[in-house]
């Protein structure tokens, strides 16, 4: 799109300033001539060149990586690990969960909202139970996720890398700085490959009695493809004391308004 830069726009003020305001003790000194020579000439000439007009390229927002659009749905490989210190056992589960964009609605902030239905179940071999219902809002500037009523700031717009902002702005805990690591980067999935990738580092810290990993990977279009949660306490040699490990990988995902209208026998 051909745009008038900021430059010509001020080139342009200053002359509509100086013409409009010069003293009229000043004018009067000259006829037509002598202003269209010492004025108006010159004020053209600097329009003409400081007004040449530049392609510029559309802001790049970065919303595609929600993955917003009505009726899409994603499976995630869940793989998770517990460490109880009470029973002084290590638990293992692998499980699935189907993630649905239901349908829209207007919230209580009179925000248009997509209502999340969330499914789960041992492996590919049965059908889907209900598991819990989220939500999700995109905005101009932000999207934002209610993960059991409480609401994260997932994503900042425009997207850069480097940027940041605090993922906890919208509910009562402590200041979490998220962070853009990368952007439009492909990755190499189990089932699929994926061309413009986001990485969102939620926190990375290390010492020698814990452990926090937290980061989420968006897709274009298709929304979060991998989520890392690991919150450990160790002893000193290393030793897991208690905490929690599990990774959202992604399956399959689609469209489909009517995903579960045949009584939830979708597979």
């Known amino acids: 799109m051909q745009v008038m830069g900021v430059r010509c726009l001020s080139v342009m003020f200053s002359i509509f300033r100086n013409f409009v305001f010069l003293p009229h003790m000043v004018l009067r000194n000259f006829d037509i001539s002598s202003l269209n020579t010492f004025i108006l000439l010159p004020a053209f000439a600097m329009i003409f060149f400081a007004c040449e007009t530049e392609d510029a390229p559309p802001v790049f927002m970065g919303q595609e990586y929600f993955g917003q659009t009505p009726g899409k749905w994603i499976i995630y490989d869940v793989d998770s690990t517990v460490y109880d210190d009470f029973l002084g056992e290590i638990f293992h589960y692998q499980y699935q969960v189907l993630e649905w964009n239901k349908e829209t609605y207007i919230n209580s902030q009179d925000e248009e909202a997509m209502r999340l239905e969330r499914f789960w179940r041992k492996n590919d071999g049965q059908q889907w139970k209900m598991k819990n219902i989220w939500n999700s809002v995109l905005l101009d500037n932000k999207a934002k996720k209610t993960e059991e009523n409480i609401t994260y700031v997932k994503l900042a717009f425009p997207l850069?890398?480097?940027?940041?902002?605090?993922?906890?702005?919208?509910?009562?805990?402590?200041?979490?700085?998220?962070?853009?690591?990368?952007?439009?980067?492909?990755?190499?999935?189990?089932?699929?490959?994926?061309?413009?990738?986001?990485?969102?580092?939620?926190?990375?810290?290390?010492?020698?009695?814990?452990?926090?990993?937290?980061?989420?990977?968006?897709?274009?279009?298709?929304?979060?493809?991998?989520?890392?949660?690991?919150?450990?306490?160790?002893?000193?040699?290393?030793?897991?004391?208690?905490?929690?490990?599990?990774?959202y990988t992604l399956v399959d995902y689609g469209i489909d308004e009517n995903l579960f209208q045949d009584e939830m026998t979708f597979r």
């Open 160 to 247: 850069k890398e480097n940027q940041r902002w605090d993922g906890n702005a919208y509910n009562t805990r402590e200041e979490k700085p998220y962070t853009v690591t990368q952007i439009h980067q492909p990755i190499d999935l189990p089932n699929h490959k994926l061309d413009s990738t986001l990485t969102v580092l939620h926190i990375d810290f290390q010492t020698l009695i814990g452990e926090e990993l937290k980061y989420e990977i968006y897709s274009k279009h298709v929304g979060m493809v991998i989520r890392k949660y690991k919150e450990l306490e160790k002893e000193v040699d290393g030793t897991i004391i208690r905490g929690v490990d599990y990774t």
